[in-house]
């Protein structure tokens, strides 16, 4: 499971590196019922959970890793379109960056501008859609999926190294809920700070994200190929 794990650690902190997700809890956290945040949290959790063990399933009744440890082929093409897709999500980001006026300010989505008034139902909903419909995340955890599934570790295997990475990818979410539960208000000065830079630099850390990942993502997978 090891190098399942090595194999995926990519995945989880391009996850990790979300800033909607984190956001999204910080919201939750600077209202006055919490508890919403703690559903947010398990709702994120366990989808980012069940999509990447379905996937492992799914994927691990095929070829597996060789003997020597290296992966099948059809591992190193999904790296390479992955790479790819998040790319050309990462120029398409900042040719709408580019093309708005500078000087404007930032408008964030309007999912945003009405997590203050959804119930536990909704938000329970954004989190399961923010992990399986948003295609960058839907990224991270199809291409994690694939690269536990390339091992074939069997069931109790694709579910412990589908755990280690919903942890591991949700430390974003994590930290802030469980940093809340533990010092209460005190936190607010930090969330507000939190809030603001990351709905003011959402774009930049996309393109970031996108650009780093995809080219590290594509690069794996092409040297993979050729060795």
């Known amino acids: 499971m090891g190098k399942a794990l090595a194999d995926v650690l990519p995945f989880a902190f ?10 999204a809890v910080i919201l939750l956290l600077m209202g006055d019922v919490r508890v919403r945040a703690v559903v947010f949290l398990a709702a ?10 379905v996937v492992a399933l799914a994927t691990g009744g095929h070829q597996s890793a060789g003997a020597d440890g290296a992966s099948p082929t059809w591992v190193h093409w999904v790296q390479i379109v992955l790479g790819v897709v998040m790319v050309a999500f990462a120029l398409r980001t900042l ?3 580019l093309a708005r006026d500078p000087d404007a300010p930032v408008a964030p989505p309007a999912w945003l501008t009405a997590i203050g008034g959804m119930g536990t139902g909704k938000v329970a909903g954004l989190a399961v859609l923010l992990a399986a419909v948003n295609p960058k995340g839907l990224a991270m955890l199809l291409g994690a999926g694939a690269a536990v599934g390339a091992y074939g570790l069997g069931a109790p295997g694709d579910a412990g190294a ?9 430390l974003g979410v994590l ?22 830079w990351l709905v003011a630099h959402n774009d930049t850390v996309t393109v970031t994200v996108l650009f780093t990942f995809g080219a590290v993502f594509a690069s794996k997978g092409i040297h993979g190929l050729l060795t």
Do not use: M
């Open 14 to 23: 391009g996850l990790l590196a979300a800033p909607f997700p984190i956001v």
């Open 44 to 53: 994120w959790l366990a989808t980012v959970f069940v999509i990447v063990f």
């Open 95 to 97: 040719r709408n960056r």
């Open 162 to 170: 589908a755990l280690v990475f919903a942890v591991i990818g949700s």
């Open 175 to 196: 930290v802030p809920v469980g940093t809340v539960l533990v010092l209460g208000a005190r936190t607010r000065p930090a969330l507000d700070r939190a809030h603001t």
